[in-house]
């Protein structure tokens, strides 16, 4: 009996680090004033995409699936996804990264209830529209885009940098 219950034991142990695991996959980090130079330094020098995001946004949804695939053909692509909900909803933006697979990506959620100066310091010609991309050649030239991109642009986006796969 005592054995049963140290497999047991040592099952849901394994079961608790592996859900540890997933969950540590899905930090969202809070986004304040100073991360987006923080994002953009840390990924100098490679190719990224920045993606904002909402889950109140019609149209996010279908940027998400696309960039799910997209990451799934070029798993080197950085990328980098930006929520502009609040850390309330934390749980809903992370139950909608895992159902497009995005759980992997890096992730950030506004946390300054003044949206207005985030998306200033972001980019002084973004008003707030979503879906909002940033592409980011490896020669640190950048590129936004508001509304929603074609798979094959971003797909040729990134060819462009990384070579023919």
């Known amino acids: 009996m005592n054995i049963r219950f140290g497999r047991l ?5 394994l079961l608790f680090v592996m859900q540890s695991g997933a969950l540590a996959e899905t930090q969202i980090k809070p986004f304040v004033r100073g991360s987006y130079q923080q994002i953009v330094a ?33 798993p080197k692509l950085d990328l ?9 909803e934390e749980k809903v933006i992370t139950a909608t ?3 497009y697979s995005l759980h992997k990506a890096e992730a950030w959620v506004f946390a300054d209830s003044y949206a207005e100066r985030l998306r200033f ?18 020669d ?3 590129k936004g ?12 986006w990134v060819r462009q940098q990384y070579g023919p796969r």
């Open 42 to 74: 840390a990924h100098s020098g490679k190719p990224f995409i920045v993606g904002m995001w909402s889950v109140n946004c019609t149209y996010c949804g279908a940027e998400l699936a696309m960039l799910k695939k997209l990451v799934a053909k070029y």
């Open 80 to 88: 980098v996804l930006i929520s502009t909900d609040t850390p309330q």
């Open 9 to 13: 034991g040592f099952w849901l142990a």
């Open 121 to 138: 310091e972001i980019d002084k010609e973004w008003y707030g529209e979503l879906p909002r991309t940033y592409l980011f050649a490896a």
């Open 145 to 156: 885009v508001s509304g929603n991109l074609e798979q094959h642009e971003l797909e040729s």
């Open 97 to 99: 990264l895992a159902k």
């Open 140 to 142: 640190r030239s950048s």
